[in-house]
């Protein structure tokens, strides 16, 4: 029955395994990259953050172009009218019809500012998509990681299990010739339970990795992955520079800086309203009625200029200077502190790469302490020289040390993209890279 069972898993096994076997589209991880900005909701939200800008920047355009409309009229009277002379000062019918241009501007050219401002909102638009493509790859690379993560952990779960297998049927023959007791059965039975539900809950979890990599990325749903190269660590003596690149790179950066370049720019918007205002407008009219009177006036052109200075409206100007003072202020408060958090955050970025470069090494060497700590062990078990228990720990110790060497490695490849992210060079990384 048991037999069975494991026949059932190694059958189970290959059907999980087989899901990105076959004929299967491969990706690479730039693939994924590509695949996953193409299909974003997320990118596309950004992009139309763009495209509004770009209206707004039209918007302010318009406020620097004549206005011009038409217009026309046309009165119908119940009767004619006459004075006692005979001259005519009401007619049967009677229309009007002209063209109209007016342009009004203030004196502290603000419709100037706000083209500018317009203008610096589409650059911060542009960094913003920038810095939510990085930090989609980030996500994307996670999610990568994360079903090579959990493929390796199904792997090591099925070995793990194969092992188990094959010791509780070399317990078994020994048991029955009496070289072993009872007891050591029951623990074999023990540990290869625990690693059937541990092979479950690997199958299970893989699983639910390619489905999440599927919704990030859009792509089908058989398929397979090709690993990347191990990444290399950068020298350490770079650390300064990274951070000099960071501040000249990172596009959340630069769109928080051109935030207080925005702000500051808007309070000279506001202080322009303390201006007069200065209107020009232009009419072409013309006029024609039933019947012709003396006086009609069948064509005028006329120009004026007007000119508009509120001096009183309640403190409202005065408030809206002050608040966009107040929001300079805190435009270049979030800046300043998003630079600390900058450099904070690609230090934490570097040092958990060193960290993990030194310790994959380490977690390799031991991997191979635990396989030779193995076999030795199961060697020594054949021969009497080693209990149930020391093989079971011996197991136990392999498979740490299994997992912890797939955990580092791929941690290491993510930690790398992590750095590239926090110094600002993600994406130039993400396109120069085959």
């Known amino acids: 029955m048991k037999s069975v069972w494991w026949c059932l898993l190694m059958m189970m096994a290959a059907g999980v395994m087989s899901v990105s076997d076959g004929a299967a589209q491969e990706y690479t991880l730039k693939d994924l990259y590509r695949q996953a900005l193409n299909n974003s909701e997320r990118i596309k939200f950004a992009e139309e953050n763009v495209y509004i800008a770009q209206m707004g920047r039209n918007k302010a355009v318009s406020l620097l172009i004549p ?37 009004a501007f203030s004196l502290s ?8 401002i317009a203008g ?26 994360d079903v090579l993560k959990a493929k390796r952990a199904l792997e090591i779960a099925a070995a793990n ?56 990325t859009g792509i089908e749903e058989n398929f397979q992955l090709r690993e990347e190269e191990e990444a290399t660590l950068p020298k350490p003596y770079a650390l300064d520079r990274l951070k000099k690149t960071a501040l000249a790179s990172r596009t959340d950066l630069k769109s928080y800086d051109l935030q207080t370049q925005i702000a500051a720019q808007q309070v000279k918007y506001a202080r322009g309203a303390f201006w007069p205002n200065l209107g020009v407008f232009a009419i072409y009219n013309r006029a024609d009625q039933d019947p012709v009177g003396a006086t009609l006036n069948r064509e005028s052109i006329l120009a004026g200029v007007s000119l508009n200075f509120p001096f009183f409206e309640g403190g409202l100007r005065i408030a809206e200077l002050k608040e966009a003072k107040a ?26 790469l060193e960290t993990l470069k030194g310790s994959l090494a380490f977690l ?32 136990t110790l392999l498979l740490s040390a299994q997992r912890n ?15 590239k992210r926090s110094s600002g060079t993600l994406l130039e990384f993400v396109a120069s890279n085959p």
């Open 161 to 216: 299990l194969e092992r188990l297998t094959q010791y509780r049927h070399f317990v078994e023959r020994r048991v029955r010739v009496g070289e072993l007791t009872k007891t050591a059965l029951l623990r074999a039975d023990g540990e290869l339970s625990g690693a059937r539900a541990d092979y479950l809950r690997a199958s299970n979890a893989f699983k639910l990795s390619r489905a999440a990599l599927i919704r990030i």
């Open 67 to 103: 206005r011009v409309t038409a217009f026309g009229t046309y009165s119908r009277f119940s009767e004619e009218k006459y004075t006692m002379a005979g001259a005519l000062i009401q007619p049967e019918e009677s229309g009007t019809w002209g063209v109209r241009a007016d342009q």
């Open 109 to 116: 050219a603000r419709e100037w500012d706000a083209l500018k």
């Open 327 to 352: 929001r300079q202020r805190q435009a270049q408060w979030v800046y300043e502190d998003l630079k600390k958090e900058v450099d904070v955050e690609l230090t934490g970025a570097y040092l958990e």
């Open 120 to 145: 610096q909102s589409i650059v911060k638009s542009e960094y913003d998509l920038s810095t939510a493509k990085s930090d989609f790859v980030v996500a994307v690379a996670a999610s990568y990681y």
């Open 405 to 419: 060497v797939a955990d580092a490695l791929y941690n290491f490849q993510m930690a790398h993209l992590k750095m």
């Open 364 to 395: 390799r060497d031991q991997l191979l302490f635990a396989e030779d700590n193995y076999n030795a062990v199961l060697r020594q078990l054949e021969h009497g020289l080693a209990t149930s228990l020391d093989v079971m720990d011996a197991n």
